[in-house]
């Protein structure tokens, strides 16, 4: 399973404390919902705002992609959703 990462977009969802992105393997969409607490491990502070959690996705981007390849690949592909917890960084 090759997993890519075409699409740049990603939002903040307050509700669920966590940026959303997506990846594809082949034509299959594949979500992925990053919680906050793994973006404050990642920049080891707490931010809080939306936009502040949007920077240190777009600043990690690279890591973030490759913990996220990581964890598809240990869920073998069985689920078209995937959380990331700070446990994972």
């Known amino acids: 399973m090759t997993l890519e990462f075409s699409n ?3 939002h903040f ?3 669920r404390k966590c940026v959303c992105f997506w990846g594809y393997d082949s034509v299959i969409e594949i979500s992925f919902f ?3 607490d793994a973006l404050e491990k ?3 502070k707490t931010i809080g705002e939306e936009a502040g ?3 240190i996705f777009d600043d990690a981007r690279k890591v973030i992609h490759e913990v996220a390849e ?3 690949a240990r869920g073998q592909g069985s689920s078209h959703v995937y959380f990331l917890a700070a446990e994972d960084f």
Do not use: I
Request: glycine share 0%; with cysteine; proline share 6%.
């Open 34 to 36: 990053l919680e906050t």
């Open 8 to 10: 740049p977009s990603r």
């Open 70 to 72: 990581k964890v598809y």
């Open 53 to 55: 959690y949007l920077k």
């Open 42 to 44: 990642l920049c080891q």
């Open 13 to 15: 969802e307050a509700k």
